[in-house]
């Protein structure tokens, strides 16, 4: 079985820009989570689709936002982009949610001049 | 406020040695709590899920331990292996108000010698 894959891998972008970011769930997976990493600040959680709707919601601005597809693909956006918002984002998805094991992809790693 | 503090930040061992890794949090209302392991430029992999009725969890040479009335967990690695070098964290969910707050620490960085 496939795992749960990000593209791209990697990205560099210029202050002001947006970035569409894509990840492709374990196939039969219908929860799918986006993450940010940075060496200051760690992990933190963005958001979480269930079934083509948002479940839940990190401490992020609006300039970043998701979506999920009816095959429980995801994408994530990010507007306007800011020098903070180079990190590792990190996509991964499980079975449901909640109380299960989440598989995560290996991450896109973004830099914005 | 809701914090997860771990600790060692760092820490280096000799292959085959044994060490253990301390997670302390103030999260509230409790759900469950993650162990994760990452390898550096890859993504997490989970190691262990407990909720607040688990005490241990094992997961081949990693066994988990949770206290929920101390609000500490540990993650202890037996034999180590030089594959066991990578950042181990811990993660604390809470449920409130209909939805989960995913409460991360900052992890405790292993390096295994030979």
């Known amino acids: 079985k496939a795992g749960v894959t990000q593209t791209p891998r990697y990205l560099i972008k210029t202050r002001g820009q947006q970035v569409t970011l894509s990840c492709s769930p374990i196939?039969?997976?219908?929860?799918v989570s986006w993450y940010q990493q940075t060496p200051g600040q760690g992990l933190q959680f963005l958001f979480e689709?269930?079934?083509?709707?948002?479940?839940n919601k990190g401490n992020f601005p609006g300039r970043f936002s998701g979506r999920q597809f009816s095959n429980s693909r995801s994408e994530m956006n990010v507007s306007t982009l800011e020098l903070g918002d180079s990190a590792l984002y990190l996509c991964a998805s499980s079975l449901l949610a909640y109380q299960e094991t989440q598989y995560f992809g290996p991450g896109t790693r973004l830099l914005v001049l | 406020k809701n914090q997860v503090e771990q600790s060692p930040q760092s820490l280096i061992i000799l292959e085959g040695k044994n060490c253990t890794l301390q997670?302390?949090?103030?999260?509230?209302?409790?759900?469950?709590l993650r162990w994760y392991k990452q390898d550096t430029g890859r993504g997490p992999v989970s190691l262990t899920i407990?909720?607040?009725?688990?005490n241990t969890k094992s997961n081949g040479r990693y066994t988990a331990t949770l206290d929920a009335d101390t609000k500490q967990s540990s993650l202890h690695i037996t034999a180590s292996q030089l594959s066991d070098s990578a950042s181990y964290i811990c993660?604390?969910?809470?449920?409130?108000?209909?939805?989960?707050?995913?409460?991360f620490g900052t992890g405790t960085r292993l390096k295994v010698l030979a």
């Open positions: 993660v604390v969910s809470a449920w409130a108000s209909g939805t989960y707050k995913y409460i």
């Open positions: 196939s039969g997976h219908r929860s």
């Open positions: 689709y269930f079934s083509e709707t948002q479940r």
């Open positions: 407990m909720t607040f009725s688990e």
């Open positions: 997670c302390n949090y103030t999260v509230s209302p409790f759900s469950n």
